[in-house]
Nanobody, 122 residues
Framework: QVQLVESGGGLVQAGGSLRLSCAASGHTFYMYDMGWFRQALGKEREGVACIRTGGGATYYSDSVKGRFTISRDNAKSTVYLQMNSLKPEDTGVYYC???????????????WGQGTQVTVSS
């Protein structure tokens, strides 16, 4: 059972950047498609980006396309989310998870991490 731990969140001004990391336990990380999600206070969890096992395919929500980049390092069992040109509406708790099927639908994911808070001030 893979366990995920997110890190890298924090407080940043609008227009700034952050890089989130999601470290996986075990030795089977390379087998899993992975995704990043976020949840703002009082809102539903939203798919942000996802990536195929080998990193050859990536998908993004329209709200972050062109600003965020998902990547992975299978040797380090880690998936990253580079976030540039941050906006106040990017504020929320960011989660990574393991995909049963690669999509931005949270129903297709399991093994959720505990999340990391991202706050973007205007």
């Amino acid at each position: 059972q893979v366990q995920l731990v997110e890190s890298g969140g924090g407080l940043v001004q609008a227009g700034g950047s952050l890089r989130l990391s999601c470290a996986a336990s075990g030795h089977t990380f390379y087998m899993y498609d992975m995704g990043w999600f976020r949840q703002a206070l009082g809102k539903e969890r939203e798919g942000v980006a996802c990536i195929r096992t080998g990193g050859g395919a990536t998908y993004y929500s329209d709200s972050v396309k062109g600003r965020f980049t998902i990547s992975r390092d299978n040797a380090k069992s880690t998936v990253y989310l580079q976030m540039n040109s941050l906006k106040p509406e990017d504020t929320g708790v960011y989660y990574c998870a393991v995909a049963h099927r690669l999509s931005l639908d949270s129903a297709e994911y399991t093994n959720w991490g505990q999340g990391t808070q991202v706050t973007v001030s205007s």
